[in-house]
């Protein structure tokens, strides 16, 4: 099955301003699964973060891939399925409907490697996040120079919640950091304390605001899970689960429809 997702143009459906030609394509990047070397779990991508975002760029009828860092399945962190017995996620229509949408899991169960996808063909990037990112993002290879050449081309580049991970260490070209002197958000420490004294423990091995602002990025938040994205030129970036859509409404606006 194509790792493309892209919206019909049937009568029926909504109709949207779209201009004639093609579409834009939108690259997404998900975590592959793994296991937390701070507490054990098997951990994956946050549902919201792919599944929110994803829906608001199918239905400005742009072409989607969804990617991961070395191919393959992936899957969910529990607490975002919807489905999970903890409840944690129980609210989340948006990711439940995709769950159950055969086109959309069929996607997730062979994604392309990132070393893979031509990025020549996309106009933007988005690095979705969840617990897997803090454990597989940072110093990846593949990942760090597919944000590098999207970015330094000048094209939409975008990350969210703990995908800004995969920002803390990419340089570009001329040495810098990218995130040097960038305005960006990202997981908040409040929510990280919230996460912690929800579950008991320290949840992840280091905080996305510390590494940023240690790395020059003017980080800002809006408080504990107010939904939240910025952008500074062609970067932006999303606070939290909440926060897909609003990524996704800010690079809807800069590529237009």
Known sequence: MSSVITAGAQAHHESVPVRPGRRPRVVMVVANPGVSTTTGWPVGFWAAELFHPLHAFTAARYEVVIASPDGGRVEVDALSDPRDPSRWSEDDLLSMGALHTPAITALLDDTPAIGDVDLGAADALVV??????????????????????????????????????????????????????????????????????????????YRVEDELRARGANYVQAGLFRAFAVRDGNLVTGQQQYSGTRVAELLVAALGV
């Not at 990112?133 to 939409?156: D, K, T």
């Not at 975008?158 to 995908?163: D, I, K, T, V, W």
């Open 128 to 205: 979705c996040g969840g617990q897997g990112p803090m454990f597989q993002f940072r110093g990846h290879e593949g990942l760090m120079a597919a944000i590098a050449e999207v970015y330094e081309s000048g094209r939409m580049t975008a990350a969210l919640c703990h995908g800004v991970a995969a920002l803390i260490d990419v340089r570009l070209a001329d040495g810098s950091y990218l995130v040097a002197g960038r305005t960006v958000t990202g997981f908040a420490n409040v929510e990280e304390d919230f996460g912690d004294a929800a579950v008991g423990t320290r949840i992840m091995p």
